[in-house]
């Protein structure tokens, strides 16, 4: 299973941008999918997650300004980024609960980072 994010970049403070993290290979079914950020000297911090319902988790940092959405076709989860501040600067990460074959139960899979830099 890979899980495989993009969309990360440099953006100015109250600017937006959206991250995808698509997951492939020998999936069965997903439940949860998050995104974590780490900075630098940081915790890693839970920034939103969705489940396989579309019912939604966020951090409070991001409450009100990120969105996440998920579309199941496409093992798929998108974090869309708006009203961006300095600190939202980190290496974002994608996380899926994934079940590779029926009745083996959920693993937790991680992608490679993205980094999201907000300049102020």
């Known amino acids: 299973v890979q899980l495989q994010a993009s969309g990360g970049g440099l953006v100015q403070a109250g600017g937006s941008l959206r991250l995808s993290c698509a997951a492939s290979?020998?999936?069965?079914?997903?439940?949860?999918m998050d995104w974590f950020r780490q900075a630098p000297g940081k915790q890693r911090e839970l920034v939103a997650s969705?489940?396989?319902?579309?019912?939604?988790n966020y951090g409070d940092s991001v409450k009100g300004r990120f969105t996440i959405t998920r579309d199941n076709a496409k093992n798929t989860i998108y974090l869309q980024m708006n009203s961006l501040k300095p600190e939202d600067t980190a290496v974002y990460y994608c996380?899926?609960?994934?079940?590779?074959?029926?009745?083996?139960?959920?693993?937790?899979?991680r992608g490679q980072g993205t980094q999201v830099t907000v300049s102020s």
């Open positions: 290979g020998s999936i069965f079914s997903i439940n949860n």
């Open positions: 969705i489940a396989r319902d579309q019912s939604t």
């Open positions: 996380l899926a609960e994934v079940e590779i074959e029926p009745g083996l139960g959920y693993d937790d899979y």
